[in-house]
């Protein structure tokens, strides 16, 4: 494994005293930064669950405008249907003992997150620089969804705001939720290699006890309307290392991205232009 420094966020986290791998609670406070209702239960349970306070932040509401995206059972408005995806997550969190005060949204719609990115970048700095957390948890950059992948550069945006501003940023890590590979989907494992086409970064998988599977699995059944969609995740380890620096101009990998395999109205050329923009927006921030 790459070496860390020794009071990094992530060296403690992997210390298989204190760490994770531990048997307390671990004293460290992350911000889970994650685009929808239920992508926290994939990716971040075991931080959920074994980290004393922390906070949630959902990008996107979970409700897409276009109602193919619905499960038969959202009847009503787009309202109704983020309002159902709200109270699952609640639910949800309410296992792994999450209030609904540490719970917030920072009310982008669904499949349309990268419109908002200068806007969702200003949000999450504020939120943390008023809750200080020691570390965030987001999505890699993998091309599966475009509001995971606005999620990782908006959670690298507003860390590099903080620092200029003269504070300290947070440490970023990151899960895999899922990628293209030959037009199928790979769940749950980063890519095979870096953006470069190196070897990838190292991580570090953590797995679940019997009482923390059941757990997830109770999680899961909370976000009922998704629940098609969950039975495609494994419960197993859960991998999560800290996030390289992406270029977020280019394709996280060669060929298709999942959602251009699945022909969504968003491509991954038109992501970029999005992205740029929002890196040109806030470049005295990165140059600081």
Request: with cysteine; glycine share 6%.
């Amino acid at each position: 494994m790459k070496a860390v420094a020794a009071n990094s966020v992530w060296a403690t986290l992997c210390d298989p005293e204190i760490g994770l791998t531990g048997q307390s609670k671990v004293g460290l406070r992350p911000l889970v930064l994650v685009a929808h209702p239920d992508d926290e239960t994939i990716g971040a349970s075991v931080i959920l669950g074994r980290l004393s306070t922390p906070i949630v932040v959902y990008l996107t509401d979970g409700a897409p405008h276009q109602q193919s995206f619905w499960p038969s059972d959202a009847n009503g408005s787009r309202a109704d249907y983020a309002r159902m995806r709200r109270d699952e997550a609640i639910s949800a969190l309410s296992l792994v003992d999450v209030p609904r005060s540490r719970i917030l949204w920072l009310g982008a719609t669904d499949q349309d997150a990268s419109f908002e990115m200068p806007a969702l970048v200003k949000s999450l700095a504020r939120l943390l620089c008023y809750f200080s957390p020691d570390f965030i948890v987001t999505h890699a950059y993998e091309g599966g969804h475009p509001d995971h992948d606005t999620a990782a550069l908006v959670a690298q945006l507003a860390t590099h705001v903080i620092k200029n501003q003269g504070r300290q940023p947070p440490e970023v890590l990151e899960f895999p939720l899922y990628h293209a590979e030959n037009c199928g989907c790979v769940s749950c494992k980063f890519l095979p290699s870096s953006q470069d086409g190196g070897p990838a970064p190292a991580h570090v998988a953590f797995p679940l006890s019997p009482e923390e599977t059941a757990r997830k699995a109770q999680m899961a059944t909370c976000h009922h309307s998704q629940r098609a969609v969950l039975q495609q995740f494994p419960i197993g380890p859960e991998p999560l290392r800290p996030a390289p620096s992406y270029d977020f101009t280019k394709p996280p990998h060669p060929g298709k991205l999942w959602y251009e395999c699945l022909g969504w109205p968003m491509t991954g050329a038109r992501w970029r232009e999005l992205a740029s923009a929002a890196l040109d927006q806030f470049s005295q921030s990165l140059c600081h």
